[in-house]
């Protein structure tokens, strides 16, 4: 089964990509991640499953 492309090219452009260094991330506080999920898991959910109900 012959495959797409040559295998000695594999890899070329990925290589040819230059490093950009990530951008460093700070966690939330615990206190603001926990609020924040539980508006996301919680109220919205609730407020959105009213809405399905009502239509």
């Known amino acids: 089964m012959p495959s797409h ?3 000695t090219k594999a890899g070329k ?3 040819q990509t230059p490093k950009i ?5 700070k966690n939330l506080t615990p206190r ?3 609020s924040r999920n539980y508006r996301r898991k919680v109220v919205y959910a ?6 399905a109900e009502s239509e």
């Open 5 to 7: 492309g040559s295998l």
């Open 32 to 34: 603001r991640r926990n």
């Open 13 to 15: 452009v990925r290589s």
């Open 21 to 25: 260094p990530p951008k460093p991330k």
């Open 46 to 51: 609730a407020s959105t499953a009213q809405a």
